[in-house]
């Protein structure tokens, strides 16, 4: 009886109550839609990386500063794993990327020590949205605190929403030349320099560093080791709740697989290096060093063999 009067109303009110619906559908698919897919939000001092409304990472390339680094990162359950500019080294800053070149010092930002500058062009910024990562790229010039220029870098993150990845997953690829008025470059540095991971405080002391090897690496000094292997991980608490995070190392980087150096006491540390405090590396002008590696973060303290597991899947997607 329902349908029947409804056939016998106007014209008008079947296709009003027929586009009504449409309209009903077509927002429960936006909603769906957003809560999904990945997007980013660009201003003149950071970038950040959104899926639906929850963060996921947070870019700061603030004019100025000695470096543009990653200044957050969070896991999918929203913790955030990343310290900024803490008082015992003001100078380390999320996860960020820096080494010595010519013997100027990236790493440290004491002015006294004359340190150089990773200076962001403002105007290179290039975001690419796709329908299961964001892509980001800029152009950065590194100069001693004179001034002078010694590389050029062509740096691009990547940020993933995949249903094969259970973690947040980024990759950080780096591309330097020489500047176009040096010939070569001499590439050093301490052992711990490279791209480097500050945790927060909560995941200071209280955590343990595995890698794929088994091996804990050679002591340095105190509890301070290096060790080669394709990846590393630490796991440690944050706001009472076990987290994982896990660095990759690309085969095709030089000098793979990296050394890494971590370091559980004091604060907790983790960097990918070349080792170039043992073994300098020279970079002509006719050379690119091509570097990737991946960052991976999970909630829960994960197994080695899910590890290697996202590491080998990681591998199957990323080419240089």
């Given amino acids: 009886m329902r349908l029947q009067k409804l056939t016998r109303q106007p014209e008008f009110i079947r296709h009003t109550a027929c586009f009504l619906l449409a309209i009903t559908v077509l927002c429960v698919s936006v909603d769906v839609l957003s809560a999904h897919d990945l997007k980013s939000v660009a201003t003149p001092n950071s970038i950040k990386i959104m899926q639906g409304n929850r963060p996921v990472l947070e870019y700061d390339r603030t004019p100025g500063k000695y470096k543009p680094y990653v200044k957050k ?10 310290r900024d500019s803490p008082a015992d080294h003001i100078h380390h800053h999320g996860l960020m990327f820096a080494i010595s070149v010519d013997e100027v010092d990236f790493w440290m930002e004491f002015p006294e020590k004359k340190p150089g500058r ?17 892509s980001f790229q800029q152009k950065i010039d590194w100069q001693s605190s004179e001034g002078q220029s ?28 020489p500047a176009q008025a040096k010939k070569s470059v001499k590439l050093s540095g301490g052992h711990y320099f490279g791209l480097g991971i500050r945790f927060v ?52 980087n030089p000098r793979h697989p990296a050394t890494w150096f971590t370091m559980p006491s004091s604060f907790a540390y983790l960097s990918a290096t070349l080792n170039l405090e043992k073994e300098p590396m020279v970079l002509s002008e006719s050379q690119e060093l091509d570097l990737i590696y991946a960052v991976a973060a999970w909630d829960g303290k994960i197994a080695a063999q899910e590890i290697q597991k996202t590491y080998e899947n990681w591998l199957s997607r990323t080419s240089k």
Wanted: glycine share 6%; hydrophobic share 35%.
């Fill in 150 to 177: 010694l590389v050029k870098e062509k740096r691009t993150i990547t940020v993933y929403q995949d249903d094969d990845f259970q973690c947040s997953l980024l990759t950080w690829n780096s591309k330097l030349t």
């Fill in 118 to 134: 990773e200076v962001t062009d403002p105007n290179s910024l290039q975001i690419s949205n796709q329908s299961h990562h964001i």
């Fill in 73 to 82: 990162l969070f896991t999918p359950g929203q913790l955030q794993i990343l």
């Fill in 201 to 252: 405080k909560s995941m200071d002391q209280v955590g343990t560093f595995i890698n794929p090897t088994g091996k804990p690496g050679e002591t340095y000094r105190g509890s301070e080791k290096l060790v080669r292997a394709n990846w590393c991980a630490y796991s440690a608490p944050v706001d009472g709740k076990m987290v994982t995070v896990a660095m990759f190392d690309h085969p095709d």
